[in-house]
T-cell receptor
């Protein structure tokens, strides 16, 4: 099973609040979990990524929490800003063979001023 | 940082014509390049995976004779949409996997409109 399930589909957060996006996967062979940010009409940009040997990774206002036993991982955006308004995609990949990313369905985040 | 470019950024063509899209990794060598297609408000759908000097691997349901992929070097891959039709109109995005570390970097995308 290659599917990665992402929720919520859309999210509205007030400026300064915390945005939380969740993903779940089935394939236990996945060993690399990146998050991408995409603005309209642009390609996805890598935000932050984690491997299953750690439970949390923080880069600036962005944090990934990873729960290997539950096969879930989430993105937390602290102090959300209007400039963070974009679509966010989680993804997963196995480290052998084709190495293509399997993407979640995306979350449209709107940060209100 | 690692940069991937795509050219053209937008193209409008008549039905029946062929369109070539270039994907280049500007400051790194890419082991593998990937081609995705994205419809409005939807996720990215992998079309094919290509490695330098070898034939591309296409996903199920993607016509290899319609979407021709050439990966001539470690920094360049091209996607040619042959005999394009209106249903081929979409946002095409490439990504390149960095030879060191394996991180995938995406291009800015190409908006194809077939009239």
């Amino acid at each position: 099973q290659q599917q990665v399930k992402q929720s919520p589909q859309s999210l509205i957060v007030q400026k300064g609040g915390i945005s939380i996006i969740n993903c779940a996967y089935e394939n236990t062979a996945f060993d690399y979990f990146p998050w991408y940010q995409q603005f309209p009409g642009k390609g996805p940009a890598l935000l932050i990524a984690i491997r299953p040997d750690v439970s949390e990774k923080k880069e600036g206002r962005f944090t990934i929490s990873f729960n290997k036993s539950a096969k879930q991982f989430s993105l937390h955006i602290m102090d959300s800003q209007p400039g963070d308004s974009a679509t966010y995609f989680c993804a997963a990949r196995v480290n052998t063979g084709r190495r293509a990313l399997t993407f979640g369905s995306g979350t449209r985040l709107q940060v209100q001023p | 940082g690692a940069v991937v470019s795509q050219h053209p950024s937008r193209v409008i063509c008549k039905s029946g014509t062929s369109v070539k899209i270039e994907c280049r990794s500007l400051d790194f060598q890419a082991t593998t390049m990937f081609w995705y297609r994205q419809f409005p408000k939807q996720s990215l759908m992998l079309m094919a995976t290509s490695n330098e000097g070898s034939k591309a691997t296409y996903e199920q349901g993607v016509e290899k004779d319609k979407f021709l992929i050439n990966h001539a070097s470690l920094t360049l891959s091209t996607l040619t949409v042959t005999s394009a039709h209106p249903e081929d109109s979409s946002f095409y995005i490439c990504s390149a996997e960095h030879r060191e570390g394996g991180t995938q970097y995406f291009g800015p995308g190409t908006r194809l409109t077939v009239l």
